[in-house]
């Protein structure tokens, strides 16, 4: 019989290999950092057993799982064999019969497996409750600026950013999601848990003034109290950098273009019908620089500049040129009196 283990336990582990029993589309949507996802139903499968449950019986729907396990078990033994120093933790949605089932495989052929007590759900409400209790001891220091200004540029060169937008996988704009496969809620406070462990530590953490919300996913309150809290500092960079840049950054591919073209007509606030219109006449007339600009003096500045006007900034950093740009944001770093 497989021992099962309590997440807290099973963190403290040395040596470990996670493996996620779940589909394809659970393991997405979020899974334990690290974890490797052995499916022991793919997509399909699974919503074909759960129909039998619902339509005939849960003894059917057992039958049909057991049926199509034994195709399963050279994936299973693959996914394991280089392991064999580890202790590896099996993991399905409620700590259940999927991963019961992988586990009691690899216990019969001689690896030190334990099933994870409740399973994923577990581990999300472990996860709930650490970012509720969470202390972020940094100062934070936020980075606002109208759009394209480079905010994100100067986060990949700062010590300890914070890159929300990159943990959400959307830039919080309605063209926000375009190249991009956003995060849900679950994987964003999983990973953003995970970064702030890694910089508690620090004098301060650098990231970007946002909105509560980013595309679909909201900033936890420890964090956007933390944010509200901390020093601001406001970025500038000419209109021209800021067009050239959102081009490069938007349009990099036909099928980013087409969605640009499909939801420009959806813009609401502070444009004109004449204004989108033009600009999707310059699109389509590969005129971006041009066309961006538009949207970001007839658009998005209207749209931003009230909120930026509510905040108190320490300083002024124009970023016009990146490199400098850093570095005069860390030569400031002192007159700002953080402490450890």
Same mark, same amino acid.
């Given at each position: 019989? /497989?021992?099962k283990i309590t997440?807290?336990?099973?963190f403290?582990?040395k040596?470990t290999l996670?493996i996620?029993?779940?589909?394809p $589309?659970?393991?997405a949507e979020?899974h334990?950092?690290?974890?490797?996802n052995?499916?022991?139903l793919?997509n @399909?499968?699974?919503?074909e057993? !759960?129909l039998?449950?619902k339509?005939?019986?849960r003894?059917?729907?057992i039958e049909k799982g057991?049926?199509?396990?034994?195709?399963k078990?050279?994936?299973?033994y693959?996914?394991?064999k280089?392991?064999?120093?580890?202790t590896i933790?099996v993991? %399905?949605?409620?700590?259940?019969?999927?991963?019961?089932i992988i586990a009691?495989?690899?216990?019969?052929v001689?690896?030190?497996?334990? *099933?994870?007590?409740?399973?994923?759900?577990?581990?999300?409400? &472990?996860?709930?409750?650490?970012?509720?209790?969470?202390?972020?001891?940094p +100062?934070?220091? %936020?980075?606002?600026?109208?759009? %394209?200004s480079? =905010?994100?540029e100067?986060l990949?060169?700062l010590?300890?950013?914070?890159?929300?937008?990159?943990l959400?996988?959307?830039?919080g704009?309605?063209?926000g999601?375009? !190249?991009?496969t956003?995060h849900?809620?679950?994987?964003?406070?999983?990973?953003?848990?995970d970064r702030?462990?890694?910089?508690?530590?620090?004098k301060?953490?650098?990231?970007?003034g946002?909105?509560? +919300?980013?595309g679909?996913?909201?900033?936890?309150?420890?964090?956007f109290?933390?944010m509200?809290?901390?020093?601001n500092?406001?970025v500038?960079?000419?209109?021209?950098?800021r067009?050239e840049e959102a /081009? =490069?950054?938007?349009?990099?591919s #036909? @099928?980013?273009? =087409?969605k640009?073209?499909?939801?420009t007509?959806q813009l $609401?606030e502070?444009?004109?019908?004449e204004?989108?219109e033009?600009?999707?006449?310059?699109?389509? @007339?590969?005129k &971006?620089q041009?066309?961006?600009?538009?949207?970001?003096?007839? &658009?998005y500045?209207?749209?931003y500049?009230?909120?930026? $006007?509510? *905040?108190?900034?320490?300083f002024?950093?124009n970023?016009?040129?990146?490199? =400098?740009? /850093?570095?005069?944001i860390?030569?400031?770093? #002192?007159?700002?009196?953080?402490?450890?």
């Amino acid at each position: 019989m /497989v021992n099962k283990i309590t997440v807290e336990a099973a963190f403290e582990l040395k040596s470990t290999l996670f493996i996620d029993a779940r589909t394809p $589309k659970e393991y997405a949507e979020d899974h334990l950092l690290g974890a490797v996802n052995v499916p022991l139903l793919s997509n @399909e499968e699974r919503h074909e057993i !759960g129909l039998i449950y619902k339509q005939q019986s849960r003894e059917k729907a057992i039958e049909k799982g057991l049926e199509l396990f034994p195709t399963k078990i050279p994936s299973i033994y693959n996914a394991v064999k280089d392991h064999k120093n580890k202790t590896i933790v099996v993991y %399905c949605a409620r700590g259940g019969m999927r991963s019961n089932i992988i586990a009691s495989l690899l216990e019969s052929v001689g690896f030190k497996v334990l *099933q994870l007590e409740g399973g994923y759900k577990s581990f999300r409400n &472990y996860l709930l409750q650490q970012l509720k209790d969470f202390k972020i001891k940094p +100062k934070i220091i %936020c980075l606002y600026g109208l759009t %394209c200004s480079g =905010k994100t540029e100067l986060l990949k060169k700062l010590p300890n950013a914070l890159d929300l937008e990159g943990l959400a996988q959307h830039r919080g704009s309605l063209y926000g999601a375009i !190249g991009l496969t956003p995060h849900s809620q679950k994987k964003f406070e999983n990973l953003l848990l995970d970064r702030l462990k890694q910089l508690n530590e620090e004098k301060y953490i650098f990231t970007e003034g946002e909105s509560r +919300k980013i595309g679909n996913v909201e900033i936890p309150a420890v964090l956007f109290t933390a944010m509200k809290k901390g020093i601001n500092v406001l970025v500038t960079r000419s209109i021209d950098r800021r067009a050239e840049e959102a /081009v =490069k950054e938007y349009f990099s591919s #036909p @099928e980013n273009i =087409k969605k640009i073209i499909e939801i420009t007509p959806q813009l $609401k606030e502070n444009i004109s019908r004449e204004n989108k219109e033009e600009i999707v006449k310059l699109i389509n @007339e590969k005129k &971006y620089q041009a066309a961006v600009k538009i949207l970001l003096e007839k &658009y998005y500045d209207p749209l931003y500049a009230h909120t930026l $006007k509510q *905040q108190k900034y320490t300083f002024t950093i124009n970023n016009d040129d990146v490199e =400098k740009a /850093v570095e005069e944001i860390k030569s400031r770093l #002192p007159e700002l009196k953080l402490k450890k």
